[in-house]
């Protein structure tokens, strides 16, 4: 199994971690990209240790990859297979670092950008119930429901989904439809769009992220 590692940054507050964040980045990028999230939301989470992995393939042209994508082809298919293929070394990554830190999954945030986004929902979705995380986020991205979906053994976390209107590489009509299908599954689901705003994450999108953060972290 391929073990992924990135950057990361200590608690803000000096201390032993008691909770993590996990960002996955979007295909073509690496894990400096997300990490640069974390000062934004330190001061909620001060005893969190913020981790951000390069995903596990590299490109050609620079940057990493979850899953390859079919450009030419049919690109729905390539995330369908893709997504699935490249769970296990995520739940890997998870895996290890409660195992190394003493984490757990309920002070485990799972948050993930485009490509990662995809990812993010995936996985924490498909955990069995007793490693339910304290939330997932995905940005710009889409939902891809694992074998099982719906049923009680397994993950029912609280979602944050984030998406500009004007997003020309992720149809923001994904996050639309994530929310209605996880809605009504009964999941706690934080839903935002940021108008006037392609792909990418605007301040209003930030805002309701740790919005987000905030009351799970209380």
Partial sequence: MTKLS??????????????AVVLLHGYGSDGNDLIAMAPAFQPLL???????PHAPTPLGMGGFQWFPID??????????????????????????LWA????????????GFSQGAMMALHVGLSLPKEKTLMGVIGISGAFLPPEGFGSDTLAHPPVCLVHGDMDDVV????????????????????YHI??????????????????FIARLAK
């Avoid at 001060?46 to 951000?52: N, R, T």
């Avoid at 450009?71 to 895996?95: C, H, K, M, N, Y």
């Avoid at 299908?181 to 706690?188: E, H, M, P, V």
């Fill in 6 to 19: 990135g950057p990361m940054l200590p608690p803000a507050n000096g201390q032993a971690p008691d909770s």
């Fill in 46 to 52: 001060p005893g969190a240790l913020f981790v951000s």
């Fill in 194 to 211: 940021s108008r006037g705003v392609g792909h990418g994450v605007a301040p209003d999108g930030m805002e309701a992220i740790a919005s």
């Fill in 100 to 111: 190394q830190t003493g984490i757990t999954p309920d002070r485990t945030l799972l948050v």
């Fill in 71 to 96: 450009w030419s082809g049919d690109r729905l298919a390539s995330r369908q297979t893709g997504v699935v293929g490249a769970r296990p070394v995520i739940v890997d990554f998870l895996e290890d």
């Fill in 171 to 190: 149809d923001p009509n994904h996050s639309a439809d994530a929310n209605s299908l996880l809605t009504n599954s009964g999941f706690d689901v934080t």
